[in-house]
């Protein structure tokens, strides 16, 4: 039995080699956890800021949609901004940014969008779940 598994263990390892670098992601494209995102909110009494941000171990270029839905008892309103980004290794870039008076009972819900290379990244906050810098 020993012989037959030190035999598989032998043909294996050279497959898992050539398996693990064929995985690795194309140059430029997003890799699980090379590109994130997050949208950064400050806040200076009833007026709320928030910034999406991009942050990347590598080189990267896409485009952002940053998504802030408001809603309140006078009513609600929806921004979306967006456009291409680039963002150097090592860095990070602003993208959009969003200014929004908050009265009591008032709330808002953001989704920060980045497309890059076919594959899609999100990151959200809302009132509820966001704590001020």
Do not use: N, W
């Not at 928030?50 to 990347?56: D, E, Q």
């Amino acid at each position: 039995m020993r012989p037959l598994i030190g035999a598989l263990v032998g043909a294996l390892v050279p497959l898992l080699a050539i398996g693990a670098h064929g995985m690795e992601p194309a140059a430029g494209s997003p890799a699980e956890g090379a590109l994130r995102c997050r949208i950064q909110r400050e806040t200076s009494g009833p007026l709320t800021t928030l910034r999406g941000i991009a942050l990347a171990r590598r080189d990267a270029a896409g485009t952002y949609t940053l998504l802030v839905v408001k809603t309140g008892p006078g009513g609600s309103s929806r921004v979306s901004q967006g456009g291409r980004f680039q963002v150097a290794a090592g860095g990070q870039a602003g993208l959009g940014e969003v200014r929004l008076s908050l009265e009591p009972d008032a709330g808002f819900e953001a989704t920060l969008t980045l497309d890059v290379d076919g594959q899609r990244i999100s990151c959200e906050a809302s009132s509820a779940t966001t704590t001020p810098l």
